[in-house]
Every structure is written in structure tokens, then in C-alpha cells.
């Protein structure tokens, strides 16, 4: 089971510019959810993703947007990126639609220059 | 509003001690607690959870305590190891698949 793999592990890009972060769920989990990890804080829920629909949204602009797709996989896109969102994101899995224990992926760190 | 507080930003301990982090909420609702530990460039590992109808729980040298009546959680480790050492999160949920709020985080450091 290779557990929660996320891509990229790195990322720079352009204030402006827009990027796509992807998440393959660990084994049996289908359920998505993201964060936005600052650097000394602790993670901030984004969204989560449960049939392949947003669920739960936290206090993020709609400049954050997602898809689940039918596999469970799931991809994060940041529009506009301002400097202010370089962070670490982070994709957490979990099973029987999200009331299970979550496992996250190593994380991809963005960073907007 | 909700929120996950921690009591000490960092905690430094002798190795073969144990540790105890400790962590305040605010949101009654909320059912379901999880201590995470992460270490640098890494993403957050499960240690152990506990649901609102038990007050411990223990796993292998970790031990969650909850205290509904004062909204209080304690993450205790037993005989502390420097691979330990890592910033650890107490983070709730209301279960059923609502979002999990995380505190900022403790630091622990391990002596040798």
C-alpha cells in the first residue's frame, strides 16, 4: 500500500500564475480533503471531497478550487497566486466518508515568487 | 469561533522522560480528537485518537487523556526517544466527515 502520494514534491511559480496540485488517496479511502500548511502553523482545512463533490469548504477565497475524480484521486487549483500562498499543501485521505482516523501525503511545497 | 489551542509552544525533555503536551478546545461539539506528529518535510502522522464518549486512551507509549468538563486533551509519552522529537498537533473534528481543525502545534525537543 503506498499510502497518500501527492505531486509535485516542489513547486515555484509567478505571482498570477495558476497551478494544479494532485493527491492519489491511500488503498480503500474516498474521502479528500486539503489543507494549506504556512510555515510554523498548523495545517488549514481548504475543502474536503467526498463523491466527487466539495463537501466542506473552509475560509480560502475562490480562487482555491478542486475535483475528486472517480477514482478517488483528487486535484487542488490555486488561480492567481499571490505571494501569500506559499505554503505546504497538504492531501489527507480517509474511508467510510471521512469519519475515520485521516492519513496524510508527504505534502508539495509551493512556493510564489 | 472554533479553535485548538496549545498550552506551551515548546517543550524540552530528557530522554528516557516522559513527556506530556497538552492542548485546549473550544468547540463543544466536537466528538472526535487526534494527535498528530510531524516531522520536518514531512506531512503530519497519525499517533492515536479518541472519541467524546472515552476520557483515555492508550496506544503503544502514548496515552490521550480527555477532559470534556475544562475542553482540555494531553498527549502522554512514555520513556521519550530523540526520534521523538517533531512538532506535534492536537486537532478535532465533529465527526461525520466534518472538517478537522488543528492547533498550531507544540515543538518537543528530546535531550539525550
Known amino acids: 500500500d503506498a499510502g497518500v502520494t501527492q505531486s509535485p514534491t516542489h513547486l515555484i511559480k509567478t505571482r498570477g500564475q495558476q497551478v494544479t496540485l494532485r493527491c492519489s488517496p491511500k488503498?480503500?479511502?474516498?474521502?479528500v480533503s486539503w489543507y494549506q500548511q504556512a510555515l510554523g502553523q498548523g495545517p488549514q482545512f481548504i475543502f474536503q471531497?467526498?463523491?466527487?463533490?466539495?463537501?466542506q469548504r473552509g475560509n480560502f477565497p475562490d480562487r482555491f478550487s478542486g475535483h475528486q475524480f472517480p477514482n478517488y484521486s483528487s486535484e487542488l487549483n490555486v488561480n492567481a497566486l499571490l505571494l501569500g500562498d506559499s505554503a505546504l499543501y497538504l492531501c489527507?485521505?480517509?474511508?467510510?466518508?471521512?469519519?475515520?482516523?485521516?492519513?496524510f501525503g508527504q505534502g508539495t511545497r509551493l512556493t510564489v515568487v | 469561533g472554533e479553535s485548538v489551542g496549545l498550552h506551551l509552544p515548546t517543550l524540552s525533555v530528557q530522554e528516557g522522560d516522559n513527556s506530556i503536551i497538552n492542548c485546549a478546545y473550544s468547540?463543544?461539539?466536537?466528538?472526535?480528537f487526534i494527535w498528530y506528529k510531524q516531522e520536518s518535510g514531512k506531512g503530519p502522522q497519525f499517533i492515536i485518537d479518541?472519541?467524546?464518549?472515552?476520557d483515555k486512551r492508550q496506544g503503544q507509549r502514548v496515552t490521550v487523556l480527555l477532559n470534556k468538563t475544562v475542553k482540555h486533551l494531553s498527549l502522554q509519552i512514555a520513556a521519550t526517544q530523540p526520534g521523538d522529537s517533531a512538532v506535534y498537533f492536537c486537532?478535532?473534528?465533529?465527526?461525520?466527515?466534518?472538517?478537522?481543525?488543528f492547533g498550531a502545534g507544540t515543538r518537543l525537543f528530546v535531550k539525550a
Open positions: 479518541i472519541r467524546s464518549n472515552m
Open positions: 486537532a478535532e473534528n465533529m465527526g461525520g466527515g466534518f472538517k478537522t481543525i
Open positions: 468547540n463543544s461539539a466536537s466528538d472526535y
Open positions: 488503498s480503500g479511502h474516498d474521502t
Open positions: 489527507a485521505t480517509s474511508g467510510r466518508q471521512g469519519d475515520t482516523e485521516a492519513f
Open positions: 471531497y467526498y463523491e466527487e463533490e466539495e463537501r
